[in-house]
C-alpha cells in the first residue's frame, strides 16, 4: 500500500525515493488523557487501514525505540506536564507526539513549542478545544504550524489528520555534513559574497526579520540536548538563512550556519560556510573548511539552495526568512520538514515555474519565504517595503 504518491505531486516525479514504501510505524508514551490515548488509537486505526505495519513491539519498557532503521513513525502520548522523549539512535525514525492542552489558548505557539523542544519530537499534535471546537494544532521545529479542526464526521477528521502527519513521516533529512579541511588559505577570511551575507544578517536584525536564537538549554537536560545534536545535527534553534554563489567558483556557494545569531556572522567554516557538493547515496552535505577552526553545521536549507544553484546559473543568491509577502505569491502546499529532500523539491519546483527563476519569491506554507536574486543586495532592494512579518497560518 502506497504510503505516499510522488506522482501527485510534479516536484516529487524525479524523486530518487520509492513511492510505494509501506510504513511501519508504533505507538509509545503514557498519557492521563483519554483523549490523548483514544486520538492516538483511532489515528493508528486508520494508518493500519491504509496498509501500513503496527509494530507494538519496537519500543522497549522505557518507551525507547528498540529497532533504529526499521520504525519511520512513532505516535507519542504525552501530557503537559511531563513531555517524555522517545530516545532513538537514527534520523529516520520520525516521533509525532500528542498532546491535550486547556481549552482557549491565547497563545497556541507559546504554550506548546517547549513542548515540542522537551519532548525532541519531529512534529507535535496539540490538541484542544477553541469557542467549542475540537482542533488539532500540528507544529513543527521551524515553527510550522497549521491546524484540523474536527468538522464532520469521526472518520473525515482522522483521516485529514493522517494526510497531515504522513508526508511528513515519510520524508527524508538531508542534514549530514561531510567537513573537509581544504578550504584554500586564501578564503579563510571569506571573500565578497560571503562578507555581504554578514552584512545581510545585520539588515534582517534591523528589520526585525531575526528572531534571537532559542537556547534550547533552557527545555532539555544535558542527555537530551546531546541526543538532539545527534539526531538534528543542531546547536541551537534560530530562524531564517541566506546565502551566495561563490565568486571563486560558482559551482559553490556560501552559507549562514545553523543556529547562529544571522545579526552576528563573522568566521569563515563557524558562521558562514562554503557548501561544495550533495552526496545523495549519503544524504549529506559537504563543505570545504579552514583545518584551524571547529566548524558548525550549515543551515538545514542547504539541499534546498543546493538545488536551485544547480539549475539556475542565473540565480546568484538566496535570503530564506520567517515572514511573509504583501503581493500574491505561489506556496508550497504540505509542511514537510525543513532539511528534508520533499520540502527542497517542492520549493526548487516553485522555482523552475516562476516568470524569472532568478527573481522568484516563493511561500513556504505556514512558515516563510524563500527569495531568489542575482545578488543579496539586490534581492534587498527588492523586499523594501514589501515583507509582512506574520506569516498567515491555515
Known amino acids: 500500500m502506497k504510503i505516499m504518491s510522488n506522482n501527485a505531486n510534479p516536484a516529487l516525479r524525479n524523486s530518487p525515493f520509492a513511492d510505494d514504501e509501506v510504513m511501519t510505524f508504533t505507538t509509545a508514551g503514557t498519557t492521563s488523557s483519554a483523549f490523548v490515548a483514544e486520538f492516538t488509537a483511532r489515528l493508528r486505526d486508520v494508518i493500519v487501514a491504509k496498509g501500513n505495519i503496527f509494530r507494538p513491539d519496537a519500543v522497549n519498557q522505557e518507551g525507547d525505540v528498540e529497532e533504529d532503521g526499521v520504525l519511520r ?8 506536564d511531563a513531555p517524555r522523549p522517545v530516545k532513538r539512535r537514527g534520523q529516520g525514525t520520525f516521533v509525532a507526539s500528542i498532546f491535550e492542552g486547556p481549552g482557549n489558548e491565547p497563545n497556541i505557539m507559546h504554550a506548546a513549542y517547549p513542548l ?19 482542533e488539532s494544532h500540528f507544529i513543527t521545529p521551524e515553527q510550522g504550524h497549521y491546524v484540523v479542526q474536527y468538522i464532520g464526521t469521526d472518520a473525515e477528521y482522522y483521516e485529514r489528520v493522517y494526510q497531515r502527519v504522513t508526508p511528513l513521516a515519510c520524508s527524508h533529512l538531508v542534514i549530514n555534513n561531510d567537513f573537509v579541511p581544504n578550504l584554500p588559505e586564501a578564503l579563510w577570511a571569506g571573500e565578497e559574497p560571503m562578507w555581504q551575507i554578514c552584512d545581510a544578517g545585520v539588515k534582517l536584525d534591523q528589520m526585525g526579520l531575526l528572531p534571537s536564537p532559542t537556547r534550547i538549554e533552557d527545555f532539555l537536560t544535558e542527555n537530551d540536548l546531546r541526543m538532539v545534536r545527534r539526531l538534528y545535527n543542531i546547536g541551537g534553534l534560530s530562524y531564517g538563512n541566506l546565502s551566495a554563489r561563490a565568486h571563486h567558483n560558482p559551482e559553490y556557494f556560501w552559507m549562514s550556519a545553523s543556529g547562529v545569531d544571522k545579526s552576528k556572522l563573522k568566521t569563515v567554516g563557524r558562521d558562514v ?13 559537504r563543505l570545504s573548511v579552514p583545518p584551524s577552526v571547529e566548524p558548525r553545521r550549515v543551515s538545514v536549507d542547504a ?11 542565473s540565480v546568484g543568491a538566496i535570503v530564506h526568512v520567517h515572514a511573509w509577502w ?7 502546499q504540505v ?7 520533499e520540502i527542497a523539491a517542492e520549493v526548487a519546483e516553485l522555482v523552475r515555474q516562476a516568470p524569472d527563476p532568478s527573481r522568484a519569491v516563493i511561500g513556504l506554507k505556514n512558515h516563510g519565504l524563500t527569495i531568489t536574486g542575482h545578488s543579496i ?3 534587498f532592494a ?8 506574520q506569516v498567515p497560518m491555515n
Open 73 to 80: 513513525l512513532v505516535l507519542n502520548m504525552c501530557d503537559v
Open 116 to 134: 515540542l523542544v522537551r519532548s525532541i519530537s519531529n512534529m507535535i499534535i496539540y490538541n484542544t478545544v477553541v469557542n467549542g471546537v475540537r
Open 273 to 285: 560556510l562554503l557548501v561544495t557538493e550533495y552526496v545523495p547515496d549519503q544524504l549529506m552535505i
Open 303 to 313: 539541499i534546498e539552495h543546493w538545488m536551485i544553484y544547480r539549475e539556475h546559473p
Open 326 to 332: 504583501a503581493d500574491p505569491i505561489q506556496s508550497t
Open 335 to 341: 509542511n514537510y520538514p525543513c532539511g528534508t529532500y
Open 377 to 379: 543586495a539586490e534581492i
Open 382 to 389: 527588492r523586499i523594501e517595503g514589501k515583507i509582512v512579518p
